[in-house]
């Protein structure tokens, strides 16, 4: 714990800064897509829309859950930075370990929400391929 300073949780920022940034193009994707399938599937109700718009729905809420956590964990990270410079240093250490924890899960969810992307990407390439027959 000697070794813990203000500088340690900094280290953070810049990484949930990136992290942030690409969870929030993706949610920005996300509202595009909604948008579209929205109109498509007002025009054709076809089963494909249908499943995408049903797997778009989970991905977004996964999003926001991404979201959730990297905030959290950048507002924890804030606070072990303000524990540390009150002279709070073992208190600061859990909330910084709590952080990363969040920061763990927040990259979890994310990971989950990539291969449900996947399928979403499979269940377009399966109806483009049973159109080609």
Do not use: W
């Amino acid at each position: 714990m000697e070794e813990f300073s203000l500088i340690t949780p900094t280290f953070l920022f810049s990484a949930i800064s990136l992290i942030m940034l690409a969870y929030t193009n993706r949610f920005i994707s996300y509202a595009q897509l909604v948008r579209t399938l929205k109109e498509q599937y007002i025009q054709n109700r076809s089963e494909v829309t249908a499943a995408q718009i049903k797997n778009l729905k989970k991905r977004l809420y996964l999003t926001r859950n991404m979201q959730v956590l990297g905030i959290s964990s950048l507002f924890f990270c804030v606070v072990s930075m303000f524990l540390v410079y009150i002279g709070f240093r073992t208190a600061s250490v859990y909330i910084f370990g709590f952080s990363l924890l969040l920061l763990i899960a927040s990259l979890g969810v994310s990971i989950a929400e990539i291969l449900i992307s996947v399928k979403a990407l499979e269940i377009h390439l399966k109806d483009i391929e049973e159109k080609k027959k």
